[in-house]
């Protein structure tokens, strides 16, 4: 389970400050599948970031499980993050970027790192490519071993900004049912940012709605349709009038 508590983050110098993120509460439950949408600059990957660790929060609570994170390093918080470009290392091949992690952050023996790698490669159909450098990797090659990178640190929560929006629309369409079913079958809680109307609406267990830094609506994607809290949820989701 991650619980985010009156979540604020400010950027900038008094004078001119941007309220990024504002009094943000969003609850997932463990296993669930959360999409975060919203147009661009609503603070998105703001909140990410901040669950992440890469932003240092103004005010508010983050916790995974019973563990209250919200001023944990980023190494010591279980989980792992996706982005859009991948940000795998050139030089390193497939199966050295889905090990480097591990070896640098934890004790886990060589062999143990192997099997997590091998586990993952499987599942994730990508065997014959972990000797392979990004560079010859096709763009849904590379974000699968990105997301192997991510599986095998067996974290609590993954994080994933925009992964698919790299990707041409039939790989998306395909990569959004693997997705899906990668993370029941791992049954590990996800928080999902895209601004894709249509992953928003197939993706989701439950959507949450930003504008501006702020919540508008937290539901199913039925609910979010059908029943909009306000007029940018109804224009925004593209409700029935
Ligand atoms: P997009 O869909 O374009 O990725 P987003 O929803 O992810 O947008 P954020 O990147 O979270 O939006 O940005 C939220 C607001 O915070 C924006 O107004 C942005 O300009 C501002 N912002 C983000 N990062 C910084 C930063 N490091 N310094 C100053 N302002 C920032
Ligand atoms: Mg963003």
Redesign the pocket.
């Known amino acids: 389970k991650i619980e985010i508590n009156n979540l604020t983050?400010v950027?900038?110098k008094s004078g001119e400050q941007?309220?990024?993120?504002r009094d943000l509460d969003l609850t997932i439950p463990d296993g669930d599948f959360l999409v975060l949408v919203?147009?661009?600059?609503?603070?998105?990957?703001?909140?990410?970031?901040c669950i992440a660790g890469l932003?240092t929060v103004i005010d508010g609570t983050i916790t995974i499980g019973d563990q209250d994170i919200t001023d944990a390093k980023p190494k010591s918080r279980s989980i792992a993050m996706v982005f859009q470009n991948y940000a795998l290392y050139p030089h390193m091949t497939a199966q050295e970027n889905m090990s480097f992690g591990l070896k640098m952050t934890t004790d886990l023996s060589g062999d143990e790192i192997s099997r997590r790698v091998q586990d993952a490669a499987a599942m994730l159909g990508i065997e014959e490519l972990l000797g392979k450098k990004p560079g010859s990797l096709s763009g849904g090659q590379q974000q699968r071993v990105a997301l192997g990178r991510a599986i095998v640190r067996e974290p609590e929560a993954f994080l994933m900004?925009?992964p698919l929006s790299n990707l041409d629309a039939k790989l998306r369409t395909q990569m959004r049912t693997e997705l899906q079913d990668l993370q029941q079958k791992l049954g590990i809680s996800t928080i999902y940012?895209t601004?894709d109307q249509t992953e928003a609406m197939t993706m989701g267990d439950k959507i949450a709605i930003?504008n501006h830094?702020k919540l508008q609506q937290l539901g199913t994607p039925l609910e979010c349709y059908y029943q909009p809290q306000n007029q940018f949820v109804a224009g925004f989701i593209g409700s029935p009038s």
Request: proline residues 4%; glycine residues 20%; aromatic residues 4%.
């Open positions: 983050k950027f900038g941007i309220v990024a993120v919203g147009p661009s600059g609503c603070g998105k990957s703001t909140t990410l970031r932003e900004d925009e940012v601004h930003l830094g």
